[in-house]
């Protein structure tokens, strides 16, 4: 399934983004969903999860209580909000999805990728 991420853009630090990541296809409800990012220079790192039935959210420890990850079924989306932003939050940001039963817990791997989004925060 191909999965469209968008929202990124340049903040202040403080500030706040919220991320989409939507597919066209209703399959996409059966996928659980991942953020992850990259900066120039690191490696590629989980930011955040959240089942397929959206009951279950999973947080890198450098964001928990600052990002909420949340999901639309009916407009196929996932939502990355975003706030306290920091400089080194900057990165670009990719959602992934992987296809689940509906009690399956957050998977570690993902098999589909959807483009990235840079989100640039200025100190």
């Known amino acids: 399934v191909q999965l469209q991420a968008s929202g990124g853009g340049l903040v202040q630090a403080g500030g706040s983004l919220r991320l989409s990541c939507a597919s066209s296809r209703t399959i996409f409800n059966r996928y659980a969903v991942a953020w992850f990012r990259q900066a120039p220079g690191n490696e590629r790192e989980f930011v955040a999860a959240i089942s397929r039935s959206g009951g279950d959210t999973k947080y890198a420890d450098s964001v928990k209580g600052r990002f909420a990850i949340s999901r639309n079924n009916d407009m196929r989306t996932i939502f990355l909000q975003m706030n306290s932003l920091k400089p080194e939050d900057t990165a670009v940001y990719y959602c992934?999805?992987?296809?689940?039963?509906?009690?399956?817990?957050?998977?570690?791997?993902?098999?589909?990728w959807g483009q990235g989004t840079q989100v640039t925060v200025s100190s």
């Open positions: 992934a999805g992987k296809s689940t039963i509906l009690s399956a817990p957050i998977p570690v791997d993902y098999d589909n």
